[in-house]
């Protein structure tokens, strides 16, 4: 398995952009799909987005398209969320997580690893 440390996130205007990052540890995280979710306060966690292994594949929410960005550098062992024209209901914490396997993954339950979280902030 491996451990992830979130980082990036921050306080931003409505319009910014942030880009988040997914810092794993061990070996082996090339062979994990990788995802973001988010949990705004007093919602459920939502799916955001998710990339498989090896970058090929990606998949976003229909409230990010067009504006966020998965993205993975495996020789860094590092995941990526960029999100541009932020909006104030992007607002929450965003979590990574990642599951073994060669496609990608878009429920929480298909994910065993996840970070403890960033906060995302953005005010209108």
């Known amino acids: 398995q491996v451990q992830l440390v979130e980082s990036g996130g921050g306080l931003v205007q409505a319009g910014d952009s942030l880009r988040l990052s997914c810092v794993a540890s061990?070996?082996?995280?090339?062979?994990?799909?990788m995802g973001w979710f988010r949990q705004a306060p007093g919602k459920e966690q939502e799916f955001v987005a998710t990339?498989?292994?090896?970058?090929?594949?990606?998949y976003y929410a229909d409230s990010v398209k067009g504006r966020f960005t998965i993205s993975r550098d495996n020789a860094r062992s590092t995941g990526y969320l960029q999100m541009n024209s932020l909006k104030p209901e992007d607002t929450a914490v965003y979590y990574c997580?990642?599951?073994?396997?060669?496609?990608?993954?878009?429920?929480?339950?298909?994910?065993?690893?996840w970070g403890q979280g960033t906060q995302v902030t953005v005010s209108s």
């Open positions: 997580a990642a599951t073994y396997g060669v496609s990608y993954y878009t429920t929480r339950n298909e994910y065993d690893m």
């Open positions: 061990g070996r082996t995280f090339n062979t994990y799909a």
């Open positions: 990339i498989s292994w090896n970058g090929g594949r990606t």
